[in-house]
């Protein structure tokens, strides 16, 4: 019989990071368990990690480039010769139409990819152009904002420390669906169910009673978009009550006069109507908070995609702040990464610089380098200097995950070149002139930079490859750097020597003069020491060492780099999130500014709309454990059984439309229209109607057969890319008005 070999890494599916034991025989996948030795996930998993097995073996993958005909079809190529041919189209579009007419968009999976997270950068600097989206302004940029803003970098975001918390409070987010997000966190539920076993407790304030409302203590439905309002609205309780207590955090705070003028006149009672929220339940949730021997708020997509996504990012923050519950073992605290970890030993630095220029069209401000996503449909069909005539996205299907989502469709087949780096021929793909497909994930090794920056525990886990990838395939850092290279003038250049040079860069940027980090070894000696592996393996020792846990290059015989922790395959608990301010501060005054001026600015606006009239009827947002954006639906295990792409509604509102369970009904907003089938429940507040995010696999162009048999419909098709977030340009997803009607 054969040889059964198991390889430990994590899941790539999600932001959970769970462990997994990976069994191989003959080069097949028999079987993917959840790792009962990784310290973090303990051997849980959720339905979305077998499926890794499905998203390898999938014969709609794309194995080798492909380039589209004169009369649609498509054709293999071979890869130097497609690499060619996309970089002349690239190139080709900045000679015709200039630098500003070439753009590119990241999606989300690139987070999930240690390759591609290292090697965008790489690209985006080669591409030269201030067009840059990605799906980030479709989710987290608010934040991104506040955190920027208040602590000095973009992903110094507080963390729920759920093992230790006395109380939790979530406003807009579904763990038990997502395993977390901006808290890298498995089994959810669990962790749950030990807050409420030790006499802690659970409330979550959202328009659904989702799977986490129903193992809560306590839900509260709010109406979408109101959740600042009801933040807001507690923080004013505090001061009026004499309950703020900064505890230990107090020196080192700046601004909070500021937090006091900006929340009076925003009482439980002012806005109890707004939010559908009485006001006692306002000024309980509020005592409760601050009685708590240790309290988290938490919010998530409910809050950062909406009207006013960077006030209630920035008004989660305060709430934690002023009960005395920041950098509180059982409240939110930093995260302390072994790799990446974005601080330096002293407090200060040079903060966070947004709004440095705006787009053409409309004049959106620029945010960490990125203009709106939302905006992209408008810098592509509105004539003009420095018009987008050249694309290149990366692992993402805006077409089915930005808003006005039709009208972008339009603009992505209007192009003079579209290049995809992508493993599917997808509804954003299928306008692409030619596809780069990637290796799979069991393919290629992998390392959580992002997440373990936000993970409720500090945990280091390298994931070695499971498969050597077929003869002659590429990875995403070989395709990246490939094309780099071309755009930057340097022709056929190999991908080993653009990976020379960046990691060159790489070892300038981390090993200051001093030699501290390096063990007083030079530039030459460091990248000697880091190995001939070329890749993200050399740059990820490169952080590993000089991180907070590292050996410093041999200064630490017992620190860590990469070489230790490949030798704990099950992965490394670094221990629980602890105190660290203020070192953590990079803000020029390394303090905690509560009151930034671009938050502030937009307080008008939210006095303005408090007043206004409720639409009749609003549209949310959902998600399902089974999925992940739009990516994936082409895997039957995750897609049978019943119908999830449904319309929810409340039965009061389905009563006086005359509406039943199983009706094919048509929603319409402002910009679309779309049928789906209703699913009348009790779960909607009334006034709110919910589909899920990330289907539409209706098109006739795409490889997805799985997908297309389960198309469900495109809420983005909904969506209003006029509406965003003013200070975070972050797209409004939740709270769309909208008329439902049955279908004819």
């Known amino acids: 019989m054969s040889e059964t070999t198991t390889t430990y890494r994590v899941c790539t599916l999600c932001e959970a990071t769970c462990g997994i034991a990976v069994e191989v025989r003959d080069e097949r996948v028999v079987s993917i368990k959840g790792d009962p030795d990784d310290p973090f996930s303990q051997g849980y998993i959720c339905p979305k990690a077998t499926a890794m ?84 302004t479709a989710d987290q940029f608010p934040k991104m904002v506040t955190a920027g803003l208040m602590f000095g970098e973009n992903l110094t975001i507080p963390i729920p420390d759920l093992d230790r918390t006395d109380y939790l409070l979530i406003l807009g987010a579904n763990p038990l669906a997502s395993n977390g997000s901006l808290m890298t966190a498995p ?42 309002y009801f933040l807001l609205a507690i923080v004013n309780t505090l001061f009026e009550e004499q309950l703020v207590d900064l505890a230990d955090s107090a020196e080192h705070v700046a601004g909070l006069d500021g937090v006091r003028d900006a929340v009076a006149g925003i009482t439980a009672e002012r806005v109890a109507q707004r939010t559908g929220i009485d006001a006692q339940s306002i000024r309980r949730i509020a005592r409760e908070f601050a009685a708590a021997p240790s309290a988290a708020c938490y919010g998530r997509i409910g809050t950062t995609c909406q009207e006013f996504g ?78 987008i005539r050249g694309l290149l996205t990366i692992a993402g299907n ?20 579209m290049v995809s780096v992508d493993i599917y021929l997808n509804e954003t793909t299928r306008h692409a002139d030619i596809i780069l497909p990637p290796t799979s994930a069991l393919e290629h090794e992998h390392y959580d930079l992002a997440f373990y920056r936000l993970s409720i525990r500090n945990i280091a ?31 056929d250049m190999s991908a080993d020597d653009v990976d020379d040079f960046v990691l060159n860069q790489l070892v300038d940027s981390l090993i200051p003069e001093d030699g501290a980090k390096s063990n007083g070894k030079s530039r030459e000696e460091v990248v000697d020491e880091l190995g001939t592996v070329r890749g993200p393996h050399r740059a990820l020792d490169l952080m590993l060492r000089t991180g907070p846990y590292g050996d410093r290059f041999g ?67 959902r998600r399902h454990l089974r999925s992940n ?89 909904l969506t209003d890319s006029a509406l965003m977030d003013a200070p975070s340009g972050n797209a409004v997803l939740n709270g769309i008005p909208v008329v439902v009607q049955a279908a004819v």
């Open 53 to 136: 097995k499905g998203l390898h073996e999938d014969p709609d993958r794309l194995r080798k480039p492909i380039r589209k005909r004169d009369d649609g079809t498509w054709e293999e190529m071979e890869w130097d010769e497609a690499i060619r041919y996309a970089a002349k189209g690239l190139l080709d579009v900045r000679k015709k139409s200039g630098g500003e007419a070439l753009a590119s968009y990241i999606g989300n999976p690139t987070v999930h990819n240690l390759h591609a997270t290292m090697y965008t950068p790489v690209i985006n600097r080669a591409l030269a152009s201030k067009q840059r989206f990605s799906a980030s």
């Open 187 to 228: 089994n959810v539920k669990g962790r749950i169910r030990d807050i409420r076993g030790r006499g802690g407790k659970v409330v979550v304030v959202d328009p659904r009673r989702s799977e986490t409302a129903d193992v809560a203590d306590e839900h509260l439905f709010i109406r979408p978009g109101s959740d600042t």
């Open 310 to 387: 960077t006030l209630a990012s920035w008004a989660v923050d305060v709430l934690n702040i002023v009960t005395g519950n920041l950098d509180r073992p059982g409240g939110v605290l930093f995260t302390k990464a072994a790799a990446a970890a974005g601080s330096s030993d002293e407090p200060g630095g040079t903060g966070v610089r947004l709004h440095r220029w705006n787009s053409r069209v409309s004049d959106y401000p620029e945010v960490f380098g990125e203009i709106p996503v939302a905006a992209m449909a408008e810098e592509m069909d509105t004539p003009g200097e420095g018009q």
């Open 398 to 417: 805006p077409a089915r995950s930005t808003p006005d989502t039709e009208r972008l469709e339009r603009a992505l087949g209007s192009l003079d070149f």
């Open 461 to 491: 886990k390298f994931s070695p490859a499971v498969f050597e990838p077929p003869e002659g395939a590429l990875h995403d850092w070989q395709i990246l750097a490939r094309l780099s290279a071309h755009l930057m003038g340097f022709g």
């Open 555 to 621: 200064a630490d015989p017992e620190g860590l780099s990469l070489a230790k922790l490949k030798e704990h395959p099950h992965g490394i608990d670094l221990g629980p999130l602890m105190p660290q301010l203020p070192q953590v501060l990079e803000t020029p005054s390394a303090k905690i500014e509560m009151s930034p001026a671009l938050v502030l600015a937009d307080l008008p606006r939210l006095r303005d709309a408090l007043d206004r009239a409720p639409n009749d009827l609003v549209l949310i947002g």
């Open 629 to 717: 954006n739009s990516w994936c639906h082409n895997i039957e295990p995750l897609v049978k059984g019943r119908d999830r792409c449904t319309l929810m509604m409340n039965p009061t509102d389905a009563d006086r439309f005359g509406l039943r369970t199983g009706d094919d009904v048509q929603v319409t907003s402002r910009v679309g229209s779309v049928v789906a089938p209703m699913e009348v429940t009790d779960e909607l507040m009334p006034g709110v109607v919910s589909l899920p995010h990330g289907w539409g696999h209706d098109v006739d162009d795409i490889r997805m057969s799985v997908a297309r048999e389960h198309a469900g419909v495109n809420s983005n098709v």
